[in-house]
């Protein structure tokens, strides 16, 4: 069975960092993007924070770049999430999701294609 499990969440304090990882089973994550996202309590899922492609190429949004990054390690076919300088603000329940790249158009194509996991939670808090 094709699916994506992540990993790593915890309860931390501000400015700590935290790892997150995006395993895939069943598939290979060649040829697949691979975006992590995030909801907060009470809260809408935001949008991509990170998304890593298969050529290699990773991109952050605006609201975490500097803090967040994501790498891949194909030999382990899995997707990291390094999260530093962790704020209160960055609670949330954090999903990835392992999206074909040949259906990758725009920010719906993860919902309408991607697969999504179960997601794990990060609590900052002092």
């Known amino acids: 069975q094709a699916r994506v499990v992540e990993s790593g969440g915890a309860l931390v304090q501000p400015g700590d960092s935290l790892r997150l990882s995006c395993a895939a089973s069943?598939?290979?994550?060649?040829?697949?993007?691979v975006g992590w996202f995030r909801q907060a309590p009470g809260k809408e899922r935001e949008g991509a924070l990170c998304?890593?492609?298969?050529?290699?190429?990773?991109h952050c949004a605006d609201s975490v770049k500097g803090r967040f990054a994501i790498s891949r390690v194909e030999a382990k076919n899995t997707v990291f999430l390094q999260m530093n300088t962790l704020q209160v603000n960055d609670t949330a329940v954090y999903y990835c999701?392992?999206?074909?790249?040949?259906?990758?158009?725009?920010?719906?194509?993860?919902?309408?294609?991607?697969?999504w996991g179960q997601g794990t939670q990060v609590t900052v808090s002092s």
């Open positions: 998304v890593s492609k298969s050529d290699g190429s990773a």
């Open positions: 069943g598939f290979l994550l060649t040829n697949f993007a």
């Open positions: 999701n392992a999206l074909d790249e040949d259906y990758y158009d725009d920010e719906d194509s993860w919902v309408n294609y991607g697969a």
